[in-house]
Every structure is written in C-alpha cells, then in structure tokens.
C-alpha cells in the first residue's frame, strides 16, 4: 500500500496526488507512522500550482506533524505565509503555525524565532492571547533560572535586531516594547 500511496503523491497529474493527499490522510488516523515515510513527498506538493492541492496538503502536514518534525512542517508553513496574498489562507496558516509551534515547541528559542516570523508575517491576524502567551513564558518563565535568563537574554538580543526594520506589525512592535522595556537592562 505504501509503495501505491508514494507513486499517487509522486504523480504528475494532480487528481492522482489530490488522491494520495487523501488517501494518506485517512491512512495516518489508524497508523500515523505512515506519515513519516511520506512527510517530504507530502512537503513538496506546496510548490504545486493547483490551489486545491495545496490547501490540502496544508491540511495534512497540520495533522501529521509531531514533536519530531514540528522544525520542518512549521519552517514550509512560514515560508508559504511569506508568499501567499490570500487572506483566508494567511489567516489560517498564522492559526495553524501558532498552534503548532505552541503544542509540539522543542524549545523556547525555536518558539519565540518562529513566533517572531508569524507576528511579522501575519501581523494582525494573529491573535492577541499568543503575544500574550509569549510574554508570559518570557516573564514567567520555568523552573530553570538559568533557562529563563537566557531565553531573556535572546528575546532582547532578536528584537533589537528587529528595531530598525521600517515597518513592523503592531503586535510586534507592542512585544517588541514590552521586552525591550522589561529586559533590556541584561
């Protein structure tokens, strides 16, 4: 079946790998090891030029990504909300790539880089409790002081290099305030 499932998303016709899409969708509710071995076949159906495909294809990666492939789906869905103007889709992808990055984060810098690029990116369709959600782990921070420091030291250092761009979101801007004001002095 894996053999049939890869020639279906490998295909040059898009009904054939709009069917492989859908295929491997149902097939990683019962087994989502299966998702693995077609996570970069499954990747590189974003470049396709059929709309349809590739809202599907968005749909899958979203349900097969885990904390082990969360850097590589999330950095495609990034770099497709850098190129898309459909504002549906923008809206989606800031949800998706936030909701991501907030269940399946390896670590704090990774999830403050990429929230980072989704506030830029996205601006106000992001919503306000994840800038606020943000703030907290950096002000909050976890049971390590020394963790904590750095992921402090980090966020001061990203966006003082952020602070010269000419236009930024608001919600960056406000987080990059809030930070600068609170941290700076490290």
Known sequence: AASAL????????????????????????????YAADHQLVVIDCLDDPDETLKRKTLDLLYRMTNPHNVEVICERLVGYLRSTVDNYLRTDLVARITELAERFAPDNSWFMRTLNDVFELGGSLVRPEVAHNLMRLIAEGTEDEDQDLELRLYAVTSYMELIDKAQLPDILVEMMCWVLGEYSYL
Request: charged content about 10%; cysteine-free.
């Open 6 to 33: 890869s020639r279906f998303l490998t295909s040059q016709n898009n009904n054939f790998k709009y069917f492989g899409i859908t295929l491997l969708g149902q097939i990683i509710q019962v087994s989502p090891k």
